[in-house]
């Protein structure tokens, strides 16, 4: 099923069951890797560098035919398993993977181009361990293009920032025509509540790390860090980059339908036309953002070739 080497620690996919051995960290950083050797070692480097020392890392190799398998080969740190699936699961199957082999009380999602700030951990897990009552926690996010470079900073939370009840969050999601939570790399979660939630679900794969935040919502408040606290890349290779605008928006106007007919929420009339107008919004802005990211990739690719 998979193969064995050390370090890292390899496991063979195919169990979700609980990993055994010493004591479980306090925290789980889990990244899912699928032909990822472009932007995986910053990943890994960004991750291995938080000041948060409780903690483990898991990889989950998606059956990558690239240098992915080999980037974590050379990876000498006793707090990295890694996974490698026999075959290439769908992108959410294996996001769901990487959660379900992790040990730790607490959980952040990190995707295989993104990264974290040293202090981030360390800062979420401050949060969920001292302030009762909070499911879900997030900070702002940096958007930097394919090279790494600043796109936009200081990201999300508009509105949201401290500590705010599930219902107002969510009014803010519904209201905001994107995801003013944000992606995977920006939030931390219980383990307890993901598995009581069902995880990642694939209906809607654009608006999935979405609708797992309102899941999660229904086990307590919100908490937004207002510090940057990770960066998100934008490339055409993404979830985003590769959804083509009229599909984005139709999903996220299925995922707002929902939420606006979901009783426990309370919304209203108001915030049914609100969100009919930022639903566009959202999607020019996403398009304007990663038009510019192209537009620099191009322009870079042009001047090395001269």
């Given at each position: ?15 979700e069951s609980e990993v055994s051995g010493p004591r479980p960290p306090k925290v789980s950083l889990c990244i899912p890797a699928f032909q ?82 040293p202090d981030c951990v360390a800062t979420q897990t401050a949060v969920l361990e001292n302030i009762p009552g909070v499911a879900l926690v ?169």
């Open positions: 099923m998979g193969q064995v080497s050390s370090p890292p620690r390899y496991r063979a996919a195919g169990s990822a050797e472009r932007y995986l070692q910053a990943t890994i480097d960004s991750v291995l560098a938080q000041t948060y020392a409780d903690l483990e890392v898991v990889i989950v190799d998606n059956c990558s035919s690239d240098g992915t398998s080999d980037i974590v080969a050379n990876v000498d740190d006793d707090r990295v398993r890694v996974i490698r699936n026999p075959t290439t699961l769908p992108m959410v199957d294996n996001f769901n993977l990487a959660v379900r082999q992790c040990r730790g009380e607490f959980v952040k999602l990190v995707c295989a181009d993104d990264l974290l700030e997030s900070g702002r996010t940096d958007f930097i293009d394919e090279d790494g470079r600043l796109l936009v900073g200081g990201r999300g939370l508009r509105g949201i920032l401290g500590r705010h009840s599930a219902q107002r969050v969510v009014r803010k999601i519904v209201r905001s025509g994107g995801n003013p939570i944000g992606a995977p790399v920006c939030a931390m979660f219980r383990r307890s509540d993901f598995e009581r939630t069902g995880g990642f679900r694939a209906d809607s794969v654009f608006m999935m790390d979405m609708d797992l935040w309102v899941r999660l919502l229904r086990n307590g408040d919100f908490f937004g860090v207002p510090r940057t606290l990770a960066s998100f890349r934008i490339s055409g290779g993404s979830t985003t980059g590769t959804t083509s605008p009229l599909s984005q928006l139709a999903q996220q106007t299925e995922f707002v339908r929902r939420l606006l007919d979901d009783g426990q929420w309370s919304l209203s009339s108001v915030d049914r036309v609100v969100a009919r107008v930022k639903l566009y919004d959202g999607m020019l802005k996403r398009t304007l953002l990663f038009a510019m990211s192209n537009h620099r990739a191009r322009r870079r690719r042009s001047a090395g070739s001269t």
